[in-house]
């Protein structure tokens, strides 16, 4: 049975500063400490964490919505990708940002709810901290 989770976090920055961090590969290799080729574009085939998450890049709607297929070097040849939905909202002082993960492999949903803490949200709160 496949896995899903949601996510919520608040962050300093804008919506639209969020989303140029992500869609940036520089910017989210300094977000999260990782390589990563990754562009503003819809269809780009983009890969982060120094190869570790692959995906496509399906819809995106400026400063509000990124959707892409989600894959990790975990998921078998058998495994379909999952997708992954993130919705930017602005608040006062900054942007919630809601991810909204689909399609994991039966047993992966809590290994990926906590690397999305660990090894996105809290290193890119340190990043846009520091800006």
Known sequence: MKESFDLEFEFKLSSSEVYN???????????TGGIADIKNSVGYEFETWDGYIQGT???LEANKKIVQT???TEFSDQDEDSELKIELFEREGGCLLKLQHTNIPEGQGESYKKGWLEHYFEPMEFYFDSL
């Open 57 to 59: 890049i399906m819809q």
């Open 21 to 31: 961090c992500w869609l940036d590969p520089k910017k989210h290799e300094a977000m």
């Open 70 to 72: 989600w894959r990790t």
